[in-house]
T-cell receptor, first 115, second 112 residues
Framework: NAGVMQNPRHLVRRRGQEARLRCSPM?????VYWYRQLPEEGLKFMVY????????ESGMPKERFSAEFPKEGPSILRIQQVVRGDSAAYFC?????????????FGAGSRLTVL | GENVEQHPSTLSVQEGDSAVIKCTYS??????FPWYKQELGKGPQLIID?????GEKKDQRIAVTLNKTAKHFSLHITETQPEDSAVYFC???????????FGDGTTLTVKP
């Protein structure tokens, strides 16, 4: 079991460019979550998705950020027109559902640096 | 929404001593309380969790206690080893709520 796979592990973008982060959940998991971790801070919830559905996006900024989890393929977190404040580690987690929806397995993260 | 506070933010102990990290939560509907260990450059790893119908859970050198009345829960690590050095996060969530609220983390350093 390869666990939760995230790529890229490191991404450098210039201000105004787009960043796309991908996450493949663990085998058998149908729920995906994205969390953001700023340097020396805790994890902040961004969005919770199931296949083809956004269940809760209450933690996601209203502008420039979007997430999807298509029927086929990985979940994608997309950040348009990146700014320096978007520099952070973005972690994806997955869980079985629905009875164990909050038992999370995290990936190794994608570290975004905006120059 | 839920608010989780974690203390202390840093903790330094001698190898072999015990370490205790405490968290409080605000939402009485929360009923699942996991603890994660995060090593440098890696993602958080679940080390132990407890549900609200249990007051204490133990797994070898790690234990977690929960006081639902006071809305606080604690992580206890006994006989600490240098490899226990990491950042530890507590979290709280409701059943099937789909999201967890995390504390700000405790950096544990175990000195050999």
């Amino acid at each position: 079991n390869a666990g939760v796979m995230q790529n890229p592990r490191h991404l450098v973008r210039r201000r105004g460019q787009e960043a796309r982060l991908r996450c493949s959940p663990m085998k058998g998991h149908s729920h995906v979550y994205w969390y953001r971790q700023l340097p020396e801070e805790g994890l902040k919830f961004m969005v919770y998705l199931q296949k083809e559905n956004i269940i809760d996006e209450s933690g996601m900024p209203k502008e420039r950020f979007s997430a999807e989890f298509p029927k086929e393929g990985p979940s994608i977190l997309r950040i348009q027109q990146v700014v320096r404040g978007d520099s952070a580690a973005y972690f994806c987690a997955s869980s079985r559902g629905p009875q164990e929806a909050n038992v999370l397995t995290f990936g190794a993260g994608s570290r975004l640096t905006v120059l | 929404g839920e608010n989780v506070e974690q203390h202390p933010s840093t903790l330094s102990v001698q190898e072999g001593d015990s370490a205790v990290i405490k968290c409080t939560y605000s939402d009485s509907a929360s009923n699942y309380f996991p603890w994660y260990k995060q090593e440098l450059g890696k993602g958080p790893q679940l080390i132990i969790d407890i549900r609200s119908n249990v007051g204490e859970k133990k797994d070898q050198r790690i234990a977690v206690t929960l006081n639902k009345t006071a809305k606080h829960f604690s992580l206890h690590i006994t006989e600490t080893q240098p490899e226990d050095s990491a950042v530890y996060f507590c979290a709280a969530s409701g059943t099937n709520a789909g999201k967890s609220t995390f504390g700000d983390g405790t950096t544990l350093t175990v000195k050999p």
